[in-house]
């Protein structure tokens, strides 16, 4: 069975540009999540989704992040503009419906270096 | 959600049996104590969960005192590559329910030779 897939693994870009992230979950996963985590810091929640819905996105700063889940699937995270402080591993989990444990899987993340 | 205390690094030598201690004071009574691993440059994986009592799995063992107040993940001896981050967390697992899953700064484990 595949694991969560992440792309790209690594990206620098300039301040003020664009980025964006993309996860593919485990199939039949419908839960998925995106976390940052910045160096030598446990991963910090940035959205939840239940199927195509967001269910939380309290913690997503909302001026720069967005994230879409289209078809309840694939997920993309963009950030626009990036700003210094976003220089961070982004990781992607999903987790079974019914899962008795709450398990997440974790892709390999993708790691942002912001210049 | 309950906020849960680990000792921010050990060192601890090839072979020997490794406990890493977490806290816990304000656990529900529907929580569980799930253990995660992470080595540099992959992201988290699940090792063992708990409710009370011992739980023991290929890779660890998980004990939890009656008052549940504290937890304690056990490594038998312990490689090289047991080198990682190890987080605890408390939450309930029901996927009914508002199930946040919040990550502390971990416990860096150093295995020397």
């Known amino acids: 069975e595949a694991g969560v897939v992440q792309s790209p693994r690594y990206k620098i870009i300039e301040k003020k540009q664009p980025v964006a992230f993309w996860c593919n979950p485990i199939?039949?996963?419908?839960?998925l999540y995106w976390y940052r985590q910045n160096l030598g810091q446990g991963p910090e929640l940035l959205i939840r989704?239940?199927?195509?819905?967001?269910?939380?996105d309290s913690q997503l700063p909302k001026d720069r992040f967005s994230a879409e889940r289209l078809k309840g699937v694939d997920s993309t995270l963009k950030i626009q503009p990036a700003e210094l402080g976003d220089s961070a591993v982004y990781l992607c989990?999903?987790?079974?419906?019914?899962?008795?444990?709450?398990?997440?899987?974790f892709g390999e993340g993708s790691r942002l270096t912001v210049l | 959600l309950a906020k849960t205390t680990q000792p921010i690094s050990m060192d601890s030598y090839e072979g020997q049996e490794v406990n890493i201690t977490c806290s816990h004071n304000?656990?529900?009574?529907?929580?569980?104590i799930t253990w995660y691993q992470q080595f540099p440059s992959q992201g988290p994986r699940f090792i063992i969960q708990?409710?009370?009592t011992k739980v023991t799995n290929e890779v660890a063992s998980l004990f939890i005192p009656a008052d549940r107040k504290s937890s304690t993940l056990s490594l038998p001896r312990v490689s090289l590559s047991d080198t990682a981050v190890y987080y605890c967390?408390?939450?309930?697992?029901?996927?009914?329910?508002?199930?946040?899953?919040?990550f502390g700064k971990g416990t860096r484990l150093h295995i020397l030779p």
């Open positions: 967390l408390v939450g309930e697992t029901e996927t009914n329910r508002d199930d946040k899953i919040i």
């Open positions: 989704y239940e199927n195509e819905e967001a269910v939380d």
């Open positions: 989990a999903s987790k079974k419906p019914g899962s008795a444990t709450g398990e997440l899987f």
């Open positions: 708990g409710y009370k």
């Open positions: 304000n656990i529900a009574t529907n929580d569980y």
């Open positions: 199939s039949g996963h419908n839960t």
